[in-house]
Nanobody
Framework: VQLVESGGGLVQPGGSLRLSCAASGFTFSNYAMSWYRQAPGKSRELVAQIDSGGGSTNYRDSVKGRFTISRDNAENTVFLQMNNLKPEDTAVYYC???????????WGKGTLVTVSS
């Protein structure tokens, strides 16, 4: 089982990034997917989540209107489009998979997003 994040990097305030998380080793369409983040010295927090079919999404208040989560079940990939980035968005972003039925949850190793001028 693997969740591999990519797309992080350094961006100026107001800029955009698109994160990707490629999944393998499990039935992707049977899992709800989420993005979490963890800033230095802070606890990990939920950023956005999407149901198994992609029809329902939820966001933390601080990213609503700026971030969009989506998924491609044919490609076993979940995305996080991040626009109008702010310095407080700086964190390591993690991909997370939660099974609809019984089974294990999975985490990726994370990708660093730094928002700075």
């Amino acid at each position: 089982v693997q969740l591999v994040e990519s797309g992080g990097g350094l961006v100026q305030p107001g800029g955009s990034l698109r994160l990707s998380c490629a999944a393998s080793g499990f039935t992707f369409s049977n899992y709800a997917m989420s993005w979490y983040r963890q800033a230095p010295g802070k606890s990990r927090e939920l950023v956005a989540q999407i149901d198994s079919g992609g029809g329902s999404t939820n966001y933390r208040d601080s990213v609503k209107g700026r971030f969009t989560i989506s998924r491609d079940n044919a490609e076993n990939t979940v995305f996080l489009q991040m626009n109008n980035l702010k310095p407080e968005d700086t964190a390591v972003y993690y991909c997370h998979a939660r099974p609809l039925y019984s089974g294990f949850m999975y985490w990726g190793k994370g990708t660093l997003v730094t928002v700075s001028s």
